[in-house]
């Protein structure tokens, strides 16, 4: 179950996962992204 967090409290971003944005050909571009908020935590990243 997702929490909710307001504006006034910090998420702190302790369980992530990979999250597929784009899959072309043998390509794959994948972002790591806060499981409660949603948040993108890194650039995405293009892996060939």
């Known amino acids: ?3 909710k967090y307001s504006i006034t409290e910090v ?3 302790d369980v992530a996962y990979i ?3 784009e899959s072309v ?3 794959e571009t994948t972002v790591l ?3 409660d908020c949603g948040k ?3 650039k995405p ?3 060939c």
Do not use: F, I, R
């Open 45 to 47: 990243k293009t892996e």
């Open 33 to 35: 992204t806060c499981v």
């Open 19 to 21: 999250k597929v944005l």
């Open 11 to 13: 998420c702190p971003h």
């Open 25 to 27: 050909c043998t390509c």
């Open 40 to 42: 993108e935590l890194e």
């Open 1 to 3: 179950m997702m929490e």
